[in-house]
């Protein structure tokens, strides 16, 4: 699509902020080759798939009708130009406060230097009752949307409002680092303290000793820029894609900006594992250990020795070690096997790690379809208590639970004695109502 010259600095400033705000990473298409920001891609939240839209300037299929302000109002209220609520999987709360300068940039990106995806999508959103219902989104807007929109002040680059803005607004960080109350808002006061993320846990990233306390401000750039911090973490799941779509491919100044903020947020202790049992002496006698692909072949082996031995050994060594360049990471310093609960160690091992930089290019494999659900628990026990010393007693229901995205919330746990309990609330209200408007009654024709 033609761009004038004289609006290609504000194309390119658009292109930017899409990148930070890692617009990418949920529009993307799943199919036809992944074109850009088209739509399609199945976001898994607790209520069910939510199918992202195409945001290209198609006229037909994606945003091109939008006028600013129409854009504006999608990105900032969470409101559609069609007067449609948007579901909070768009982190609209954060992007509330957006400058306007960055939406206008934005908006610029969007319609001049984006191709237009002509093509229907493959398939919408089609949550189940009640949360199909769209309307119900203005009454959570109205407890959780909190203030108004306002411009911020222009923060100078590398500085601490920066990083805050960056952190807040942009890379929305809090949406996935940040627990939820029982109607899945994000509970301020435990702002970036962790939270579960469909199968995965988003981990503790304020400065406390049970986040990245002991964490420099070079180790978080590294990190966000490499998504590999040797000794510590590795990022995988959500992480991964966030490191290779978008905090890769951001300025040193900002990824410095936003460590400097992250560790003077307030820190916020969590709970540590505890570690006071021995680990169990080295497997030494290879010649025991099933060779090959056999213990994977094998679906009534459950021993997580020899299943760690014939399947993660050769990358992460005998003894977790990793290698020496920490291509493959050691396993006894690893942020995934040393906290508490396996949640991230059991996904690495079901879905895999892919991600890629400018620099590396990682691949795990994924062994969702070679092992099964009390094969991987065995090798997460087995990795989790030799290589930490953290006794777990993970079951193959519990991998089967975080295959299916985790522990379902409150809210659609008992979403249907919620609905029973409101809609007795109703007639209870109607019947005091009426009963009121009788009693008055009566007593009018007593009087007379």
Same mark, same amino acid.
Request: hydrophobic letters at 40%; one cysteine or more; glycine letters at 8%.
């Given at each position: ?6 609006d ?8 930017? #902020?899409a ?5 990418g ?5 799943? #199919?036809?080759?992944g074109?850009p920001?088209?739509?399609g ?7 069910g798939? #939510? =199918? ?9 299929y ?9 854009? *504006?109002?999608?990105?900032r209220?969470?409101?559609?130009a069609d !007067?449609?609520?948007?579901y ?5 709360t ?6 306007t300068?960055?939406?206008q940039?934005?908006y610029?990106?969007?319609m ?13 959103t089609?949550?189940s ?7 119900i ?13 306002? &411009?911020?002040a222009?923060a ?9 803005y960056l ?20 509970q ?5 303290s962790?939270s579960?993320?469909? !199968? ?5 990233i304020?400065? &406390? ?18 998504g590999?911090? *040797?000794?510590k973490?590795?990022?995988a799941?959500?992480?991964?894609e *966030? ?5 890769s491919?951001?300025t040193?100044?900002?990824?410095? *900006? ?6 003077q ?5 969590t709970?540590i ?7 169990p ?7 025991? #250990? ?7 072949? &094998? ?6 020795a020899?299943?760690y031995?014939?399947a993660?050994?050769?990358?992460h ?6 290698t020496d &360049? ?9 942020r ?10 059991v996904m690495? =091992? ?9 620099n ?6 994924a062994?969702?379809?070679q092992?099964?659900n ?6 997460s026990n ?6 930490? !010393? ?10 089967? =639970?975080?295959r299916?995205?985790?522990?379902p ?21 109607? !019947? ?11 007593g ?5």
């Open positions: 699509m033609a761009v004038f010259a004289t290609q600095p504000l194309v390119e400033c658009g292109r930017y #902020i990148v930070a705000a890692d617009c990473a949920c529009h993307r298409q799943a #199919i036809n080759h074109v920001f088209a739509g891609y199945a976001i898994e939240s607790p209520m798939r #939510i =199918i992202a839209s195409n945001i290209t300037p198609s006229k037909q994606g945003i091109g009708n939008y006028s600013e302000q129409q854009f *504006a109002n999608a990105v209220e969470g409101i559609a !007067g449609r609520n948007l909070p999987a768009m982190p609209y954060s992007y509330r406060d957006m400058t300068a960055d939406v940039a934005l610029a990106y969007f001049q230097g984006v191709e237009p995806a002509d093509f229907p999508p493959s398939t919408r089609d949550l009752f009640p949360f199909n219902v769209r309307q989104m203005w009454g959570w807007n109205l407890l959780f949307l909190s203030g108004t929109s306002a &411009d911020k222009e100078l680059p590398g500085s601490l409002e920066r990083g805050k952190v807040e607004v942009l890379a929305h960080c809090s949406a996935c680092h940040t627990p939820r109350n029982i109607m899945m808002a994000e301020n006061s435990l702002n970036l962790g579960s993320l469909g !199968g995965w846990y988003a981990p503790n304020t400065p &406390d000793k049970s986040g990245i306390g002991d964490w420099s401000q070079r180790d978080l750039v590294t990190y966000l820029k490499t590999h911090l *040797a000794g973490a590795q990022a799941g959500a992480m991964a *966030a490191v290779e779509n978008s905090f491919l951001m040193d100044d900002d990824l410095n *900006a936003m460590a400097a903020w992250v560790k947020v307030p820190a916020i202790p709970a594992p505890d570690r006071s049992i021995q680990p002496a080295d497997v030494s006698d290879i010649n025991t #250990i099933i060779t090959g692909q056999g213990a994977l072949a &094998d679906r009534s082996t459950t021993d997580g020899k299943l031995e014939n993660c050994a050769s990358c060594g005998h003894k977790g070690q990793g &360049d920490s291509f493959y990471p050691s396993l006894t310093r690893n995934a096997v040393s906290a508490l609960g396996a949640q991230n160690l690495a =091992i079901v879905e895999g790690i892919q991600r890629k930089t400018s590396t290019d990682i691949s795990m494999p062994f969702a379809e092992l099964n009390a094969q991987i628990a065995s090798i087995y990795v989790h208590s030799r290589f930490a !010393g953290i006794d777990d007693k993970m079951t193959a229901q519990d991998v089967q =639970i975080l299916d995205g985790g522990v919330p409150f809210i659609v746990r008992y979403i249907n004695w919620l609905m029973a309990l409101g809609t007795l609330m109703i007639v209870g209200l109607l !019947g005091g109502i009426w009963y009121w408007r009788k009693v008055k009654r009566s009018g024709q007593q009087i007379r």
